[in-house]
Nanobody, 126 residues
Framework: QVQLVESGGGLVQIGGSLRLSCAASGLTFVSYTMAWFRQAPGKEREFVAAISWNGGDTVYADSVKGRFTISRLTAVKTLYLRMNALKTEDAAVYYC???????????????????WGQGTQVTVSS
């Protein structure tokens, strides 16, 4: 049974930083492309960042480029999202997602991902 468990969310001030983690189990971690999505109240779930199976390639939404960094550590089967310079518009529930890797293609659409975590809340205060 595949499980993705996010942690690290919380309350942070504008301009602050957080690091989210996603612990994976029940899958061969290195075989999966991993991603972060987020969903704010009343909005669609949107792509944030993704990383290839070996960590060699990353893709970011324009809104987070230069501020967020996605990474993964195979030894502990964990995905990370380092978020710096947080803005009020970054506030959302952040979800970890996984899809079986397909060559060098990195999906950015939510319907392309097979497995999802339960989400972790990020709140940004002014």
């Amino acid at each position: 049974q595949v499980q993705l468990v996010e942690s690290g969310g919380g309350l942070v001030q504008i301009g602050g930083s957080l690091r989210l983690s996603c612990a994976a189990s029940g899958l061969t971690f290195v075989s999966y492309t991993m991603a972060w999505f987020r969903q704010a109240p009343g909005k669609e779930r949107e792509f944030v960042a993704a990383i290839s199976w070996n960590g060699g390639d990353t893709v970011y939404a324009d809104s987070v480029k230069g501020r967020f960094t996605i990474s993964r550590l195979t030894a502990v089967k964990t995905l990370y999202l380092r978020m710096n310079a947080l803005k009020t518009e970054d506030a959302a529930v952040y979800y970890c997602a996984a899809v079986l890797a397909s060559s060098t293609y990195i999906p950015t659409e939510k319907n392309e991902y097979q497995y999802w975590g339960q989400g972790t809340q990020v709140t940004v205060s002014s």
